[in-house]
């Protein structure tokens, strides 16, 4: 019966112990010879059986190769379950089962050399393993039945390694070790390399963008009232709720992310955004190294070094976050500082941002002043297939008029017209809502915009999505800069017919000019000097006061953001009442410009409408910047208020602009 009790806990049940499916080994009860007690205690020990049996099953299923019986080999894995940390985990369980074979192996040995040994011998010898099965079959049972994937089976193990029961915790620690070694080589591929190798999305880090779901509550806000704020338009004010269908602050790298369920919690997200940093480094340099010969590697050639360490912590018997945290900081170190070398010494990044400046972002003035002068017939019309074409020859001859003849830079510079095409869904042969699914832009200005040729490897920093956050800026700043340009030239009109008598329209019409040009000149000044000047500055102290790349593309986030921020692009109620006073000035400008005389009946009666509604829109600008001032909410709103109501004429006015 001994030998039939250890093939048993072997996994290959008899007659004397039978296997049940639901209730695993059992003693026959057709034994008569049995004490009661004996019974006890071999129902005791087929328990042990009965784990062993299951923890071979399972290993069975997810690898296919075990010490297995026959009739429990070659079954279907109907758990779902997958994955290389899953088959790390059944080869750190099956080595776990290693001293309990062998236990059983020198049982026979003791057994066939003294054949007068008890059961309780048996009992005895295999103690060791009565707190250590049913522990691990916990860990085993919630993988199965909450079907842990991935990374989230070292987060499962290492709690369960956490007890205070020494041979659980060592047995656990022992599978854990197995697991990390997955860990280490996909490390070791993305770190060292750039590659992803995650087919199962096991790994903690994934292509693609966060999966953070915006919220689905719906952002069009009601026109705003005269009399004040809404309760949710001061919400609105008060947390700077942006434009979340824009994405303007969507981080500047999205083709790799963390997937934070998958993140251990023992390895803090500073740590993985260290991995995550690096890894999508190597994957962009390797990938877009065009001159590998005057670059070289970005690890500084020490892959080998790096991956030996990684080898060397693999071969730990414990995780040890100090060692792990300390090796992944020199190899963050390492790829930033070769970056900012590349990039600030190599490439000339102060020199690029100069550029993003003088263009992006209207630092050469003269140059569209006179571009705006030249391109004003051109975009004042909807555009054609050739008003790009256009476009570009005015501003070459704006570029050569203000002396800009860099043969290297203005090639590298484009004005790009978003024209569709929509000739053929009206000779009906496709739907319009297939071929334009946005209105046709009423002028060319409304979808002007600028591309630039980034150099390698400075597209890390200016990805395409970066660019269209700067070409977002670049339209606003050169509608303000056109409406400017609208209203100095009326006031070069109103000169040239001072000497001539006026009637009250008159006086009203250049009343109304004199207060648009006021708000239109303070706004341009507030966006120059108090927004772009004051975080460029800051952006370029930043640059110089460190040597790590990643320091300088937060400090580039952090500036675009700002931009964004502060001139109120993010911010609705105060951007679409920015805009609404634009357009009113633009309507003036065009009003003046075909009434060079006095004014008709109907070009009076339009003036009465331009000044109501300059009136109204100012009196809503005043509103919401001083609420926010009141609530001392949003100090860039503060600083546009001070420059517009500098002398207390904007309160003493009732917060009124144009009014006669």
């Known amino acids: 019966m001994i030998h039939e009790l250890l093939l048993a806990l072997s996994g290959y049940p008899g007659t004397i112990f039978s296997w049940n499916k639901?209730?695993?080994?059992?003693?026959?009860?057709e034994l008569p010879f049995l004490h009661p007690s004996e019974i006890s205690v071999l129902n005791r020990l087929c328990k042990l059986g009965s784990d062993y049996v299951r923890f071979t099953e399972f290993i069975e299923q997810h690898t296919g190769h075990v010490h297995q019986q026959e009739h429990h080999a070659n079954q279907p894995n109907p758990t779902g379950l997958h994955g290389i940390y899953l088959r790390a985990f059944c080869t750190g369980l099956d080595s776990m089962l290693q001293p309990y074979r062998q236990v059983l192996l020198d049982l026979e040995h003791e057994f066939l050399g003294d054949p007068h040994l008890s059961i309780s011998h048996v009992n005895y010898t295999l103690d060791q393993?009565?707190?250590?099965?049913?522990?691990?079959?916990?860990?085993?049972?919630?993988?199965?039945?909450?079907?842990?994937?991935?990374?989230?089976?070292?987060?499962?193990?290492?709690?369960?390694?956490?007890?205070?029961?020494?041979?659980?915790?060592?047995?656990?620690?022992?599978?854990?070790?197995?697991?990390?070694?997955?860990?280490?080589?996909?490390?070791?591929?993305?770190?060292?390399?750039?590659?992803?190798?995650?087919?199962?999305?096991?790994?903690?880090?994934?292509?693609?963008?966060?999966?953070?779901?915006?919220?689905?509550q719906d952002e069009e806000e009601e026109d705003l009232g005269i009399g004040g704020l809404s309760g949710k338009q001061l919400r609105e004010l008060q947390d700077l709720r942006l434009i979340e269908e824009e994405n303007m602050l969507a981080p500047s790298l999205q083709q790799f992310s963390?997937?934070?369920?998958?993140?251990?919690?023992?390895?803090?997200?500073?740590?993985?955004?260290?991995?995550?940093?690096?890894?999508?480094?190597?994957?962009m340099f390797e990938k877009n190294n065009q001159s590998p010969s005057r670059a070289g590697s970005i690890l500084k050639h020490q892959e080998d070094i790096f991956a030996a360490e990684l080898h060397k912590l693999k071969q730990q018997p414990l995780f040890s976050l100090v060692d792990?945290?300390?090796?992944?900081?020199?190899?963050?170190?390492?790829?930033?500082?070769?970056?900012?070398?590349?990039?600030?010494?190599?490439?000339?990044?102060?020199?690029?941002?100069?550029?993003?400046?003088?263009?992006?972002?209207?630092?050469?003035?003269?140059?569209?002043?006179?571009?705006?002068?030249?391109?004003?017939?051109?975009?004042?019309?909807?555009?054609?297939?050739?008003?790009?074409?256009?476009?570009?020859m005015a501003f070459q001859q704006a570029a050569h008029k203000v002396l800009l003849d860099d043969d290297?830079?203005?090639?590298?510079?484009?004005?790009?017209?978003?024209?569709?095409?929509t000739s053929s869904s009206r000779e009906g042969n496709t739907p319009p809502q297939e071929t334009s699914p946005r209105e046709a832009p009423s002028n060319g200005w409304a979808v002007l915009g600028l591309a630039y040729k980034v150099q390698w490897p400075l597209h890390i920093l200016f990805t395409p999505a970066v660019l269209e956050k700067y070409n977002v800026v670049f339209r606003y700043l050169l509608s303000v800069r056109r409406v400017q340009s609208e209203l100095q030239h009326c006031w070069a009109l109103q000169m040239q017919r001072k000497h001539l008598k006026s009637n009250q329209t008159d006086?009203?019409?250049?009343?109304?000019?004199?207060?648009?040009?006021?708000?239109?000149?303070?706004?341009?000044?507030?966006?120059?000097?108090?927004?772009?000047?004051?975080?460029?500055?800051?952006?370029?102290?930043?640059?110089?006061?460190?040597?790590?790349?990643?320091?300088?593309?937060?400090?580039?986030?952090?500036?675009?953001?700002?931009?964004?921020?502060?001139?109120?692009?993010?911010?609705?109620?105060?951007?679409?009442?920015?805009?609404?006073?634009?357009?009113?000035?633009?309507?003036?400008?065009?009003?003046?410009?075909?009434?060079?005389?006095?004014?008709?009946?109907?070009?009076?009666?339009?003036l009465d409408i331009l000044v109501k509604g300059f009136s109204r829109q100012s009196f809503l600008l005043f509103k919401i910047l001083s609420t926010v001032r009141n609530h001392q909410i949003n100090s860039d709103l503060a600083q546009l208020l001070l420059r517009l109501?500098?002398?207390?004429?904007?309160?003493q006015s009732g917060g009124t602009l144009g009014s006669v």
């Open 129 to 216: 393993f009565q707190l250590l099965f049913p522990s691990v079959m916990v860990v085993v049972e919630t993988i199965k039945s909450q079907k842990i994937h991935g990374c989230q089976i070292l987060e499962m193990v290492y709690k369960h390694s956490c007890g205070g029961l020494p041979p659980v915790r060592m047995a656990l620690e022992k599978i854990l070790a197995v697991c990390h070694g997955v860990m280490y080589k996909q490390l070791a591929a993305w770190m060292l390399h750039g590659l992803l190798l995650d087919q199962s999305e096991e790994f903690f880090v994934k292509q693609g963008p966060s999966g953070g779901a915006a919220g689905s």
């Open 507 to 606: 006086a009203g019409k250049w009343r109304l000019r004199n207060h648009m040009a006021f708000l239109v000149d303070n706004l341009q000044y507030y966006l120059q000097v108090d927004v772009l000047e004051s975080q460029f500055a800051q952006l370029e102290q930043q640059i110089n006061a460190t040597r790590d790349f990643e320091s300088i593309r937060l400090a580039h986030d952090h500036f675009l953001s700002n931009l964004l921020a502060q001139s109120f692009i993010l911010l609705k109620p105060v951007f679409h009442c920015l805009n609404d006073i634009l357009d009113l000035c633009h309507n003036f400008c065009s009003l003046v410009g075909h009434n060079v005389g006095p004014l008709d009946e109907r070009g009076a009666a339009q």
């Open 258 to 283: 963390l997937r934070v369920e998958m993140l251990p919690s023992y390895i803090p997200v500073r740590v993985a955004e260290k991995i995550l940093f690096v890894g999508e480094s190597v994957q």
């Open 324 to 392: 792990f945290e300390n090796l992944i900081d020199r190899i963050r170190s390492t790829v930033a500082e070769h970056l900012w070398t590349l990039m600030v010494e190599e490439s000339d990044l102060i020199g690029q941002l100069k550029i993003i400046k003088d263009f992006y972002l209207l630092g050469r003035g003269e140059l569209y002043q006179v571009f705006i002068d030249h391109a004003q017939h051109m975009l004042k019309t909807p555009p054609t297939a050739v008003t790009e074409h256009d476009v570009n």
């Open 408 to 421: 290297n830079l203005l090639p590298l510079l484009h004005l790009t017209i978003d024209y569709q095409d």
């Open 22 to 29: 639901r209730t695993g080994l059992q003693v026959s009860q």
């Open 645 to 651: 109501d500098y002398n207390k004429y904007y309160t």
